[in-house]
């Protein structure tokens, strides 16, 4: 079993900034992609960004040069640091990986989801 843990979601105002952290623990052969995806109130969940096992990273449109999305591979945890942020970010943040639990058996991981509020 695969188990991620976020941490780091809270209360924030408007032009605020947050770092969220994921941690990924138990029979882990290797990550191939990690990410972070939201979902607000009514909407569905969507993409916010991720990265490869090599670093190579994709945003959303709208938190581009705002977020940014990192790892520690030998930690195997994701950060997603999020500055200038703005009252539509507010949604339940979730983390997600790709797992090599024994090879070539990979299978994709969500966390529970930690909740990001925007307001004043």
């Avoid at 079993?1 to 605020?16: D, F, I, K, R, T």
């Avoid at 029979?27 to 979902?39: E, V």
């Avoid at 797992?99 to 058996?105: A, G, L, Q, Y």
Wanted: proline letters at 4%; charged letters at 15%; glycine letters at 10%.
């Amino acid at each position: 079993q695969v188990q991620l843990v976020e941490s780091g979601g809270g209360l924030v105002q408007p032009g605020g900034s947050l770092r969220l952290s994921c941690a990924a623990s138990g029979s882990i052969f290797s990550i191939n992609a990690m990410g972070w995806y939201r979902q607000a109130p009514g909407k569905q969940r969507e993409l916010v960004a991720a990265i490869t096992s090599g670093g190579s990273t994709n945003y959303a449109d709208s938190v581009k040069g705002r977020f940014t999305i990192a790892r520690d591979n030998a930690k195997n945890t994701v950060y997603l640091q999020m500055n200038s942020l703005k009252p539509e970010d507010t949604a339940v943040y979730y983390c997600t990986a790709n797992v090599i639990v024994t090879p070539p058996h990979k299978y994709d991981y969500w966390g529970q989801g930690t909740q990001v509020t925007v307001s004043s």
